[in-house]
């Protein structure tokens, strides 16, 4: 099992207060995902790096790929109450389309 | 699509009795995954299977897990017998190849 750490573990924010969680690993991963989970339901995917050093924007919400692929950061500008949740990254070893999820960052943004 | 569909929602029952979660994956989709999530170690994968096959169980606890998919549309994750420290949620998942991971609710296991 790879393992991936995310940090920080938990963080509380402001409304409206920019803040990047970050994913890293000592091993190299074919692709990366971020997931968001919220209570009572299962993450959800939000997007999937794959290129070293790719950057993908969704809206509020920036993703980047280290250059090495072992890590990745999620930066999140203006943040909302609707962001709060459980963010998750996942890395993909090979091609074999087997994930290892990272032990993610619980986010609350207090209005 | 519904998406992925798990059952029971939640599940409580005593120490040493069998517990049968079930899961339907997306339509079309050819791997689906097993993962247990509890706080102290996060989102575990315990099994996966490509097209109906498993590929790997190394995540599996031990011998009182067992997993099966009978095919494409339908599998199921068994404990017997239950113990307290398999209290958890179970998540199943699917994908297509090259795609992302798609997860159920959930099943939140109690087992007292």
């Known amino acids: 099992t790879q393992l991936l750490e995310q940090s920080p573990q938990f963080l509380s924010i402001q409304e409206g207060e920019n803040l990047t969680v970050y994913c890293n690993s000592s091993s190299v991963f074919s692709s990366l995902q971020w997931y968001r989970q919220e209570p009572g339901e299962g993450p959800v995917l939000l997007v999937t790096v794959v290129t070293g050093g790719e950057v993908k924007k969704l809206k509020r919400l920036t993703f980047q790929f280290g250059d090495a692929r072992k890590d990745s950061s999620l930066h999140i500008t203006a943040a909302q109450p609707g962001d709060t949740g459980l963010y998750l990254c996942?890395?993909?070893?090979?091609?074999?389309?087997?994930?290892?999820f990272g032990t993610g960052t619980s986010l609350t943004v207090i209005p | 699509d519904a998406g992925v569909i798990q059952s029971p929602r939640h599940e409580v029952t005593e120490m040493g009795q069998e517990v049968t979660l079930r899961c339907k994956p997306i339509s079309g989709h050819d791997y689906l995954f097993w993962y247990r999530q509890t706080m102290m170690r996060g989102l575990e994968l315990l099994i996966y299977?490509?097209?109906?096959?498993?590929?790997?169980d190394s995540g599996m606890p031990e011998d009182r897990f067992s997993a099966k998919m009978p095919n494409a549309s339908f599998s199921t994750l068994k404990i017997q017998p239950s113990e307290p420290r398999d209290s958890a949620v179970y998540f199943c998942?699917?994908?297509?190849?090259?795609?992302?991971?798609?997860f159920g609710n959930g099943t939140r296991l109690t087992v007292t």
């Open positions: 998942a699917s994908s297509y190849t090259g795609t992302g991971v798609h």
């Open positions: 996942a890395g993909e070893e090979g091609t074999g389309n087997q994930f290892y």
């Open positions: 299977f490509n097209n109906n096959v498993p590929i790997d």
